[in-house]
């Protein structure tokens, strides 16, 4: 059985949002989403984690950071774009200070656009997200 | 016949308790508007912790988990088999002791923090539940749980200070707020995860299955109150056992986290109020 699809633990880490994503992630575990019907739980450990919601683009304060927490994460995992500036850097791509998307640190795996994203959209990346997991979780059975 | 007994004691306890700490979570939910995980949650997330990488810090923090888990189950097997309650209080807390070691073992400032909130917690529930075992002692003459629940009388007419008073400090053995300072479970935070921070995996699904296990025996406590020789106190025991279940999620989401010297201060309180009050009563009869 796939019991990893069933509980997605979320770790959510801001890069350079404005917030506005950051938001919307949270409305997603109000009563009037709930994402913890579907057993998603916002952790604050990267250690107890599955799902890498990131909000924001990466800018050279944030890179280790980003690559550490994804480092920590136990296999599998995967990692979610939330917002059009972690999935490219958006209108602050041509910033100095500003590296792009979260892909040019970690491999994402679901994009999610929008500024902000609605948090339908999250889910529904989170959910997409959950079928990669699954075929992550065969993987990493096959290389032991 | 006794080996099947051990083996259903082993196999049902964290079936039951998995289940309602599945109730727990879809109470808590709708306490806060909210529809709430599937009653198999809790399953769901142990068996996806055992398909996870276990990120091993050192080969000893990982060691002391599984040391605690058997302790435990330990202690289960001596109350559910009608044993000595005061060697099953002393086996549960050498697991407790274990799992402290365990947290210190990994040398994160995350988990040191969470061991040292843990032993307080320990510090400050532990005069309670021994008062209880006394007290059960006073009421019926035995420490043998069999002895306990065939009484003709419950022990609750005798001990209702002391009952109070561990219905008290079992909010710190449930993990509930506002005592849950060490670690807490499902949506809560505190100190990223306090005491589990560093376990992942297999070795967090071995926490989560020990805690089923202690809040069976947390359960078991309250039992002994009210079960007596006549068949149907057992089930207002098993009815009592629930409603208590049911104050403490309430408790849980009505109430803020508080700081350790007034979970330490409020415990031993309570403690000296209602258990020595009552066994001195209980004393002059």
Redesign the interface.
């Known amino acids: 059985m796939d019991g990893i699809k069933k509980s997605p633990w979320i770790l959510h880490y801001d890069g350079t949002s404005c917030n506005g994503c950051d938001i919307e992630v949270l409305a997603c575990l109000t009563p009037l989403y709930d994402v913890e019907r579907f057993g998603i739980i916002n952790t604050g450990n990267p250690k107890h984690a599955d799902v890498f919601l990131i909000t924001g683009s990466v800018n050279e304060q944030n890179i280790p950071v980003v690559k550490q927490l994804y480092e920590q994460m136990p296999e599998p995992k995967v990692v979610v774009a939330v917002g059009i500036c972690a999935t490219s850097g958006g209108i602050f791509a041509e910033c100095y200070n500003v590296a792009g998307g979260v892909d040019k640190v970690i491999p994402v795996d679901v994009y999610v656009p929008g500024c902000a994203a609605r948090p339908e959209a999250i889910i529904d990346g989170v959910v997409k997200g959950l079928e990669i997991l699954g075929e992550k979780k065969k993987n990493v059975g096959k290389r032991k | 016949m006794n080996l099947i007994k051990i083996i259903a004691i082993i196999i049902l306890t964290p079936l039951v308790g998995g289940l309602l700490t599945g109730f727990d979570?879809i109470i808590s939910?709708r306490l806060?508007?909210?529809?709430?995980?599937?009653l198999l949650?809790p399953f769901?997330?142990?068996?996806?912790l055992?398909?996870?990488?276990?990120?091993e810090v050192n080969s000893m923090h990982r060691f002391f988990v599984y040391v605690s888990l058997v302790f435990v189950v330990f202690t289960t097997l001596i109350m559910l088999s009608g044993g000595d309650i005061l060697l099953a209080i002393f086996a549960l807390t050498l697991g407790s002791v274990f799992f402290v070691l365990g947290g210190y073992a990994s040398n994160s400032p995350y988990n040191t923090i969470g061991s040292e909130r843990e032993l307080l917690q320990i510090m400050s529930y532990e005069p309670m539940v021994l008062l209880t075992c006394i007290g059960l002692y006073y009421a019926q003459k035995s420490f043998f749980i069999k002895d306990i629940i065939s009484a003709t009388k419950p022990s609750i007419i005798y001990l209702p200070g002391v009952f109070l008073g561990l219905v008290f400090v079992l909010t710190f053995k449930l993990r509930k707020s506002p005592f849950d300072l060490s670690m807490s479970h499902?949506?809560h935070?505190e100190i990223?995860?306090g005491i589990?921070?560093?376990?992942?995996?297999k070795d967090?699904a071995v926490i989560e299955v020990t805690h089923w296990y202690e809040v069976i025996i947390s359960l078991t406590l309250v039992y002994v109150f009210f079960a007596t020789v006549s068949p149907i106190s057992h089930v207002f025991a098993v009815i009592a056992c629930l409603l208590v279940y049911l104050f403490e999620i309430i408790i849980d989401n009505s109430s803020a986290r508080v700081k350790w010297q007034h979970a330490l201060r409020s415990a031993w309180v309570v403690t000296g109020v209602m258990g020595t009050v009552n066994l001195l009563i209980l004393s002059f009869f």
Do not use: F, M
């Open positions: 979570r939910a806060q508007g909210r529809q709430g995980p599937p949650q769901y997330d142990v068996l996806k055992t398909e996870k990488e276990s990120i499902h949506g935070q990223v995860k589990t921070t560093e376990y992942s995996g967090l």
